[in-house]
């Protein structure tokens, strides 16, 4: 099962008594929008671990590759937190590792020429072909970045995640196994990666 949250950021909703000392310390050495941030990401992870995992209070994190964070015990689910403007989604899986990533749609004056620089030409044609092109990118922009985010590389290996969504089909030189889900709530998009089949997807806002 993968359980994605979907928020606006906003600290009324952090439930500060399933977070450690250690995260509201090392929250109080942020700023501004970061500390809301933090502190608003790391409250939803520990309410779905207490939801679905029965964990009572946030585990301890260490930051893994590429400044991936992940839960000290290998035993607990893995997590993904990504964020765009004013909103943030949290997703757990309880079965494989989990990539995440939301981006608010906005206006991209140059992206007809991100494409054509960073997809595949196979995906810049596919886009193009779609009746709105902007919406086409975020999706696969979207798509890209989970899967990076799965196994934990960098935005600058976007290039090499090719997506071939006709055949719902994404292979990358770093990985194998890719499950995705996309969906656009609203100005919203959502893509989630696994490396496992996806059995049930639960979506909360």
């Not at 979907?6 to 399933?18: G, R």
Request: glycine share 4%; with cysteine; aromatic share 10%.
């Amino acid at each position: 099962m993968l359980i994605a949250q979907l928020a606006h950021l906003d600290t009324a909703e952090v439930n500060y008594s399933l977070l450690s000392p250690q995260v509201i310390n090392d929250a109080q050495l942020l700023n501004g929008a970061r500390k809301k941030q933090f502190l608003v990401c790391r409250s939803i992870l520990a309410n779905l671990l207490k939801q679905y995992c029965q964990i009572a209070n946030l585990p301890m994190m260490i930051i893994g590759d590429n400044r991936r964070p992940c839960f000290l015990a290998p035993h607990l689910p893995d997590f993904n937190i990504s964020h765009s403007q004013d909103w943030v989604a949290v997703a757990i899986s309880l079965n494989g590792k989990v990539g995440l990533d939301i981006e608010v749609a906005r206006p991209r004056h140059n992206y007809v020429n991100v494409a054509k620089n960073f997809f595949a030409d196979e995906e810049y044609q596919w886009m193009l072909k779609q009746s709105d092109t902007l919406t086409a990118f975020w999706q696969l922009w979207t798509l890209k970045e989970s899967a990076l985010k799965l196994y934990a590389k960098g935005v600058w290996q976007i290039r090499s995640v090719k997506v071939d969504i006709e055949n719902q089909l994404i292979n990358a030189p770093f990985g194998q196994d890719f499950y995705y889900q996309y969906q656009q709530i609203g100005d919203i998009h959502l893509s989630v990666n696994c490396d496992a089949p996806i059995k049930q997807l639960v979506l909360q806002s």
